[in-house]
């Protein structure tokens, strides 16, 4: 995954994701497929700092610059 996307849930359709990348759009409409965006979400989201960690380390590099 080379850009965004957005896990979508449809009420009687199940789950479905959008990955764009610079050339081009998809929508991900098959289980496995969308189960491994998921996943890379959710590995993202594991990594990702808390608001107020983000904040903290954004003002401590403006202090540094």
């Not at 998921?38 to 380390?57: C, I």
Request: negative net charge; proline residues 3%; aromatic residues 4%.
């Amino acid at each position: 995954m080379d850009g965004a996307f957005v896990v979508l849930t449809i009420p009687g359709r199940g789950e479905r994701a959008y990955v764009a990348s610079m050339s081009k759009g998809q929508i991900v409409t098959k289980g496995e497929a969308v189960t491994e965006v998921e996943h890379r979400y959710d590995l993202l989201r594991a990594e990702a700092l808390s608001p107020s960690r983000s904040q903290q380390l954004l003002q401590d590099l403006l202090e540094s610059a």
